[in-house]
């Protein structure tokens, strides 16, 4: 790993440690991750530019996966929050660590890109679907 001494001004640099300590990383780590997550955007070209505050990331099955940028938010976890828990944008801020604002603008994000994250939801679901197919005693102990 190569090293890189930077500068950063005061104020970045203690806003960039307090996102990290809210991710449970170091500020490294953070940085690490912010710059990684910028030449992904800028290599893939898939941000929206519509919307500055979601950035796409490689996610654990290597598909592509909307995300609240400078979080590992999905888009489509702040989705299913809002649209079938019935919870508020101010519900989900309160409860994610995420704004108000990026939630707003992930809802807005997923009205312009519905299609492909509805796709992504459904597949989730096929697959939930198919592991409880496959594994009943978990079924099974849930109701006891």
């Known amino acids: 790993m190569a090293r890189y001494a930077l500068n950063l001004p005061v104020e970045l640099k203690q806003e960039a440690e307090l996102m990290a300590k ?26 929206d530019p519509r919307f500055p505050l979601i950035t796409y990331r490689r996610g654990g099955s290597g598909a592509m996966q909307p995300m609240i940028r400078g ?31 990026a939630v707003q603008e992930a809802l807005a994000f997923y009205d312009a890109h519905r299609n492909e994250i509805d796709a992504h939801l459904t597949e989730e679901a096929n697959i939930a679907q198919e592991y409880a197919r496959k594994t009943p005693y978990v079924e099974a102990e ?3």
């Open 71 to 101: 979080t590992n938010l999905r888009v489509k976890t702040l989705v299913v929050a809002y649209k079938y828990w019935e919870m508020s944008a101010e519900q989900i801020a309160d409860e994610w660590p995420v704004s108000e604002s």
């Open 142 to 144: 849930a109701t006891h």
């Open 22 to 47: 809210q991710q449970g990383v170091s500020l490294n780590q953070f940085i690490q991750w912010a710059v990684a997550e910028k030449v992904g955007g800028l290599r893939q070209t898939l941000d």
